[in-house]
């Protein structure tokens, strides 16, 4: 049907400019992705809702789990009544009490009698734009409905439930244009829209509600943009109206904000109000609990965060516009700017949202669900920022950003002349980082009975689950908003969590309640058609953020030492009903790749080969769970019988204990050594027997510590002396922040410019050596940014040349503020004398880190990073480029098939994987003019330049 309607389309047109059919074309496509839609999550949908073939899921009630949601269900019967009439939820109970000149009736209002219940009622609350207002709904979520049944009917002419995707659309498109057309809806007119804290709403009733209206009817735009049934004149229409809002609701907003901050405009977070409301006590977050808040943290509370969210993402829809997009791009970027205060001030020490203040012993769940609306709404504006946004030079992931104590940036929230103000104590954190990770990993501890009874209310612990007789919040399942986070993030943990099936969790609710007479399956507010029916269950299925999937190990290091427990067990015995001895299912950010092998009945077994080069000592650390919820070492020390080589061995100690895991009912990972077992050159076993329920392998290292070859792998945190600490970031020390990434999961941190640390090497036996430095190579601006002026090392007091290999870079790793992790090789071999040498290690950047180092005794051959050959095998041209440049291959027969571009920031821009014949001809003049980095695969060797555009 379509491809008879597009030759139709083209016979009837057939005298248009190719600039017009390009023009058709583009549209066509670009109506494919959204705010929160993608052509690979779109077909997904599509298959859940039973419209192709595939696996249904959220469909009804109960079909994944028990009382799990029938999200299509319900979405396709409000989609029907809103084609069968489209006004049947208009929002229609606006206040129009004192005419179209006058300020618009909120909680403030000195003509209100009383302001509270029940007399703030008729005044206000019936005024909102949301289901269950005095026996009505006015909400229009019928109308977001039917958008997304069009979107997934695939077109105009297709059916879904024997209607037409044109009359789904032709419903919104009624409602959208007879809100735009409408006087009481005119969010220009600034006499009833005031767009300043003097005399707006700020963040009061009803006006947080008609943001969140605002944002569901945006979705519905959102959804059909792509249908027939617009008229340019509606499209100018609708746009016009959304814009308005949009600005009204930044205007506002950002008005309010230099209510705490008195020089907000200037970027001052250091003249904050004194007295008043900005440092009143509203409350503790639980009984007892270490953090308070005040009415400073209001401004970060969910009422803002929904009007926030409403104008971000209508400026993220509006960048681009011909009219519109200016003033959207810059609200896109004050939108960024309230994300991290948001994360800052909006949120204590640890994550946990401010919003937990309004819990109390006759309603302990109140504040739970307050902060998952907030933190639901952040998570749509940071999701459809990372969507648009990804290919902007401005772009700056809200998933990825955190702010590192003592860092500039964390300074520069909490200056000096903030020391002394009450509501700051709750805030600050004297190490460690936080980000919106931090943030949906400290909620959903909640759910999974992490804190147990240690944050509560009166006898009732805060799980979402346990309340008092008459307690109006019960049961808070909102948890399930963050799947959509989870996309980004892919935590196993986390989706265990909101599909109820972890220890620790309790069933899916067959009533829980509703966040402000919203159904929680609607996403925070009326965010979302069905949230689990979109996002549920998606991880690693899709990635709607950027061309290329990072995956949960974009970049794996090929010369790791570690031997994966999963890519190479042998079975050996399946003694229980548990399961299987095999691979996890699921991801866990806290292992090695992120998986490992499960050995969960007693006297379950498997084995791991190995091989080793020479004779000698060697040290073996076999990475294991070690720890549950009972305790941090409740599997020591009897949890496994190892033998190596068929023969029982005991270790002699535990490294690198984690951090409680959340992952497989609470776990804890550390590695047991087994010290200078004595091999021969050659094939070797290592068998892992469980002693008790429930164990894990992750990996095997397998380290030469023989004297007699000389190699050597020593923790730069053993071994480290502090010789210079020259700044005011931190001493030279062991980082308190750990990574999977590292090596004993610990580093030696040099954070100011100048710092300087010794290895002191003891017991050496003379001889050449290659050196291998384990370093940080690159932060969020390149994965190698710190190899080429990082650091200076000297041996034995002698400054020695050390080049960077690439082809040791870590993964990309969210810890540390975004790190990436490799190797500092010496140029030459090195002659080391017998006894102690030192080695000492300058910082010429910030935020330097030392990991381990590695001695490998007589080198045959130097190890070389990437190498650019002055014969390399293509020419770029023009250089400097500008409305195009073109690669030409030297030989007919080299293959190159894998293309990228990325600006300097490292954000990729360009990419393409089809292998050309001669040349290819990138098209750069919609880039903007600076220096870029191309990356070429050529015969499967990566070969990267740099070039400019004009």
Known sequence: MKK?????????????????????????????????????????WRARAGLVSGQQMYHTKGDVSTNSPGDWSRILADAKSCVNDSDNDRYTNYDDSRGLQSPITELNSPWVPNNTWPDRIPHIDAKEPRPGISGNDYAALSVMHAGFVYLLAGGDDQKVDGISGSEYAHAVKNELVWYAKNPWLDFSNTRRWVPSRSGGFNDRNPGFFIACWLNSMLNAYDYTKSSSVYTSTDRADIEKWLYHAMVFYHSLMYSVMSSPFTNYESGDYGSVTIGGWIDRKLGAAWEGAPYTSYGFNEFFANRSTVNWRFASRAALFLKDHTVYGSKAKDIVKDAH???????????????????????????????????????????????????????DPSFESF?????????????????????????????????????????????????????????????YPINGHSYPNGAFVKIVESERWVSLANLYYKKSDWTTIYTRTQTGTVPYHSNPTKAGSYDINLGSWGSHPGTLFMFGQMEGKVWPYSTEDPGPNPNPDPNTPFIEAEDHYIALVNAGTLGDVASVEQVNSLLSQEKGVKIYDRGDKLRIPFAVEKNGLYNINLRVRVGDRQNAQSYLPNGYKVQIDETLKTYNAIKGISEEDSAFGISYWGSLQFENIELEAGNHTLDVEASQAWGMVDYLEVVNVSNTSGNLVLEAEDIYEPVIDTGTHSSPSVAQDTSPLLSNLKAVKLYDLGDVINLKLEGIN???????????????????????????????????????????ISERDRNFGI?????????????????????EIKALKNWALVDKLELIANPDSRVTGLVLDITKPFSLYPVPAKESITIKKRKAEDVIDDVSIYNFLGILIYRSIEAFDVSKTIHTGNMVKGNYIIKLRINGQVITEQFIIE
């Open 4 to 44: 008879n309607r597009l030759s139709f389309t083209l016979k009837k047109y057939k005298k248009v400019s190719l600039f017009v059919l390009f023009v058709f074309l583009y549209f066509s496509l670009q109506a494919q992705r959204g705010l929160q839609y993608s052509p690979e999550e779109i077909e997904i």
């Open 337 to 391: 700017r309230w994300f991290k205060e948001w994360v800052i001030y909006g949120t204590y020490a640890d994550g946990t949202h401010v919003d937990f203040h309004r819990g109390k012993p006759s309603q302990p769940q109140t504040g739970l669900q307050y902060a998952t609306i907030a933190i639901g709404a952040v998570v749509d504006f940071a999701d459809a920022y990372e969507r648009v946004m990804h290919n």
């Open 399 to 459: 998933y990825d950003w955190k702010v590192v104590s003592g860092s500039d940036e964390y300074n520069k929230y909490f200056p000096a002349a903030t020391e002394e103000r009450p509501w700051r104590n709750s805030l600050v954190f004297s190490s460690g980082s936080k980000g919106l990770e931090t943030v949906i990993s400290s909620l959903l501890k909640h759910f999974d009975g992490s804190y147990g009874r240690s944050r509560k209310w009166g006898n």
């Open 766 to 808: 003379a001889g050449d050596y290659q050196i291998r430095i384990r370093v940080r190579s690159g932060d969020r601006s390149r994965k190698d940014s710190y190899f080429s002026n990082g650091y200076q090392v000297k041996i034995n007091n002698v400054e020695r040349a050390f080049f960077g290999d690439v082809e040791s």
């Open 819 to 839: 790190a990436y992790w490799g190797d500092l090789v010496s140029e030459n071999s090195v002659s080391l004398r017998a006894g102690t040498n030192s080695i």
